[in-house]
Nanobody
């Protein structure tokens, strides 16, 4: 079994910064693509950013230029540096990973709250 655990969320004022982490743990696995999603109250979960195993990145237009996704393959950890935060960034943020353990499966973290006050 593979677990994804997010950390680094919290409350910040508009214009501030937060750094989220997502650590994958388990045995005999390889993490391929990883991504961040978010879900605001009353809205559908939306994709935020993605990173391949070779660190090619892609971003939603709403966060481009403000958020940076990165990963440390040696630690099986992904990060999301969020700068110039806006109230509309308030959401539960989820990490997502495609994991190879003989077959490829998608795993989700439990989610972490990010709240941006005006």
């Amino acid at each position: 079994q593979v677990q994804l655990v997010e950390s680094g969320g919290g409350l910040v004022q508009a214009g501030g910064s937060l750094r989220l982490s997502c650590a994958a743990s388990g045995s005999a696995f390889r993490v391929d693509g990883m991504a961040w999603y978010r879900q605001a109250p009353g809205k559908q979960r939306e994709w935020v950013a993605a990173i391949t195993s070779s660190s090619t990145t892609n971003y939603a237009d709403s966060v481009k230029g403000r958020f940076t996704i990165s990963r440390d393959n040696a630690k099986n950890t992904m990060y999301l540096q969020m700068n110039s935060l806006k109230p509309e960034d308030t959401a539960v943020y989820y990490c997502n990973a495609q994991v190879w353990r003989g077959i490829s499966s998608v795993y989700w973290g439990q989610g972490i709250q990010v709240t941006v006050s005006p």
